[in-house]
């Protein structure tokens, strides 16, 4: 699977947009883009996956570039709530792949009022 | 709500002893769940790959003798530590998938204190 490069660390204020970026260059066609977050001793939180367009959920909107390359997560309101570790990770989709993930180090994201 | 179930959420032994972390699916069967560790400030470390009814599959450097898997019906993979020691001490995450091209979803992990 390929390797993704975030942030180590982004702070935003508390009722604005949190717009966490990645990098995943090396990206197969195949492969889709994941979010996870962690907030403080806890399993992991699925938020949202894309392949190439972009998606929105209940909880957040995924911005993948035309060529792939990156992508962008958008908490659009952000709250205290919201500070945790963001993951993204890239991997293949299909029966015949185990679906494991491996994290990388992820962006630590601090909310404040 | 929560899909994958884990317990206990934490536990703490002495040394030498073994330890039987549980992760359960919750109304779905798991032919594969997935468990990992992580250590205070890291990120999470993939242990193995748990299947139904066969072996599991370790990840380079784990010793399979002492974490111990076992995935004996659909909705239920234990990890057993064997023989803890205090650098075992982590936050066990264990993790299924509803269907095959569904996302993982996580168990809210185990805390293990080795004394």
């Known amino acids: 699977d390929a390797k993704t490069t975030q942030p180590p660390s982004m702070d935003c204020a508390e009722g604005r947009a949190a717009n966490l970026p990645c990098n995943h260059s090396?990206?197969?066609?195949?492969?889709?883009v994941y979010w996870y977050r962690q907030i403080h001793s806890q399993g992991p939180q699925y938020i949202i996956h894309?392949?190439?367009n972009n998606e929105t959920n209940e909880m957040a909107s995924l911005i993948i570039t035309e060529d792939r390359k990156s992508s962008t997560l958008i908490l659009p309101h952000a709250t205290l709530r919201d500070t945790a570790v963001y993951y993204c990770?890239?991997?293949?989709?299909?029966?015949?792949?185990?679906?494991?993930?491996?994290f990388g180090q992820g962006t630590t994201l601090q909310v404040k009022p | 709500g929560a899909v994958v179930s884990q317990h206990p959420s934490r536990v703490i032994c002495k040394s030498g002893t073994s330890v039987k972390i549980e992760c359960r699916s919750l109304?779905?069967?798991?032919?594969?769940m997935f468990w990992y560790r992580q250590f205070p400030k890291q990120s999470l470390m993939l242990m193995a790959t748990?299947?139904?009814?066969?072996?599991?599959?370790?990840e380079q450097g784990v010793e399979k003798d002492k974490f111990l898997i076992n995935h004996a019906s659909l909705t239920l993979s234990t990890l057993t530590v064997t023989s803890a020691h205090p650098e075992d001490s982590s936050f066990y995450i264990c993790?299924?998938?509803?269907?095959?091209?569904?996302?993982?979803?996580f168990g809210n992990g185990t805390r293990l204190t080795v004394t």
């Open positions: 894309g392949l190439k």
């Open positions: 090396t990206i197969s066609g195949n492969e889709y």
């Open positions: 990770i890239v991997r293949v989709v299909g029966s015949s792949n185990t679906g494991k993930l491996i």
């Open positions: 748990s299947n139904e009814g066969s072996k599991a599959t370790y």
């Open positions: 109304d779905f069967q798991a032919t594969t």
């Open positions: 993790s299924a998938k509803l269907s095959p091209n569904s996302p993982l979803h």
